[in-house]
Structure formats: C-alpha cells, structure tokens
C-alpha cells in the first residue's frame, strides 16, 4: 500500500501518469508497505498467461528476492523511476523518504533495486552518469543505498508513520531497533534476486 497523502496524476506526455505527493512526506517515512493487496504472482504462473496478460505484468510489477513478481495492488505500480529517487527499498518489505517529499513532488524509484529481468534505458539526468537500469544494479550500488538508508532510518521514530500499523509486527520490532540504533540494519542486498536460482 502507499503512502495515503498520494495520488496519481499527470506528469507529462513523455512520462505519462505517476505518484505525487498530495502533503509534506517527511524523510524517514515509510512511503509503501508490502501487504495482502498486492498479488504475487510466480513466474511458472506468468509463463502460461496470455501475452497480453504478460505485457501487462512486465511493465508493471516487480520482482522479489524469491524471483516472484509481485502487482501493487493501488497505485503503487504508477511509481515512477530516477536515478534520484525519493524513495528507497529497505529489507523490511517496505520503502522509505530518503529525504523530505514536497506537496506537489513525485515519489520515485530507482527501479535499479526493482529486479529488472532486461535493460532499462532512461532519460539523462543531470549530474548522473547512468543511463541504463541493469539487472545486477543491486549487487553493484548496494553499498551506495546502504549508506542513505542508515542515514534516513536516524528519522524515522521522529516523524508520523501511518503505514507501520501494516508492517509484519517482526518487521515493525526490527525497523524502530535499527532506527533505535540497538540492532545493525539489513543491507537492500537481501531484496536482490539472482536470475541464475532459476536455473537450479
């Protein structure tokens, strides 16, 4: 589920629709949570689907670390990606504000950390030297989002968690003791998805 302070809109002809920020997000705040609205679905299942049915899923799921793809069951699946995202996956089955999301902003991915199965060519952004989503994005710049995550977790028992009600309650203890500073976090490598499992 996402953040309920969002709504999907417009962005532009190049971009279509995404999510946006319909009050002050603070950083630190878990911006959307794995729930029982989102659908798993196990790549055996997609394989023996309509290709139009399959179309569908590839643009708008990701994968988990098991390889499952998994439709946000809300709006979710309008999160665009940047290279600069404002959110950022953590290994609690949910997504933090890596900084504060101003009415009226995007929320973002950096779908790098999504699992993608292909390439993903991208728009330049300024000052980024990346112009592709790889699928090995994760094992490669995990330190990097690593670092913003213990960064950002410093303000999450600070500012108004809406969305922890639906965390796992292990999830729940793990995340306040990390952002407590009584238990190391989880590295975002622990979302990463291996494609060669599927060959086992």
Request: hydrophobic share 35%; glycine share 4%; proline share 8%.
């Amino acid at each position: 589920m996402i953040h309920p302070d969002t709504e999907l809109r417009f962005i532009s002809p190049e971009i279509g629709f995404g999510v946006v920020a319909t009050k002050l997000i603070p950083k630190g705040t878990i911006t959307w949570v794995f729930d029982s609205l989102d659908q798993i679905i196990a790549p055996q299942s997609l394989e023996k689907m309509h290709p139009l049915q399959k179309a569908f899923l590839n643009k708008y799921c990701y994968r988990d670390h098991r390889g499952d793809y998994v439709l946000c069951g809300d709006h979710a699946r309008f999160v665009n990606h940047s290279f600069r995202s404002s959110c950022l996956s953590t290994a609690y089955d949910c997504e933090l504000a890596v900084r504060d999301i101003m009415p009226g902003e995007e929320l973002t991915d950096d779908y790098g950390y999504l699992n993608p199965s292909e390439p993903f060519d991208c728009a330049l952004e300024p000052g980024c030297a990346r112009t592709q989503v790889l699928p090995d994005d994760l094992p490669n710049f995990h330190a990097e989002w690593d670092a913003q995550l213990e960064e950002v977790f410093r303000h999450f028992n600070k500012v108004p968690q809406p969305l922890l009600c639906l965390l796992p309650p292990a999830h729940r203890a793990r995340m306040q003791a990390v952002a407590a500073g009584s238990t190391p976090m989880d590295s975002i490598l622990n979302c990463y998805y291996d494609p060669g499992q599927e060959r086992k």
